[in-house]
């Protein structure tokens, strides 16, 4: 089972309130700190660390260089107007869309966005 997927985040505060208001997830409280917060997607939790977690974890190397993904986050909905209605309401609320809702080659309608610390995610719904 994949517990959590952690992202590093400028504020971890406004980027996890940015997901939990598009799709309606729960903060995870009990585990709150200065440096965390996590939420609950269903499935799985997303993990929001500070900068400051680099040291924590000896791992201040691994810090990312300027420009450039490193991870691709995907939410699967329930339906295509899912899909269109929550691409909107992430536009609305600072993302950029990158990729307008459409059907893929591999039979999903799915949309692109960047969030706004710039990290990418897609909105998915299998058909």
């Known amino acids: 089972m994949l517990s959590y ?3 590093f985040a400028q504020d971890i505060h406004a980027l996890s309130r940015f997901y939990i208001d598009i799709f309606g997830f729960e903060e ?3 585990i709150a700190s200065p440096i965390f917060v996590g939420i609950r997607t269903g499935q799985s939790n997303v993990g929001f660390n500070a900068p ?3 040291g924590l974890l000896q791992i201040e190397d691994r ?3 300027a420009g450039g993904a490193k991870f691709l986050l995907n939410f699967d ?3 295509i107007e899912a899909v269109e209605r929550m691409t909107e309401k992430a ?3 600072g993302a950029v869309l990158i990729k307008s809702p459409c059907r893929t080659y591999y039979n999903w ?3 692109v966005l960047a969030d706004i610390e710039d990290n990418i995610f ?3 719904h299998v058909i």
Request: proline share 4%; aromatic share 8%.
């Open 28 to 30: 995870i409280a009990e």
């Open 91 to 93: 536009v609305a609320r």
């Open 52 to 54: 400051e977690v680099y």
């Open 109 to 111: 309608y799915q949309s």
């Open 122 to 124: 897609r909105i998915n």
């Open 5 to 7: 997927v952690n992202v």
């Open 63 to 65: 810090k990312p260089e």
């Open 77 to 79: 909905v329930e339906s």
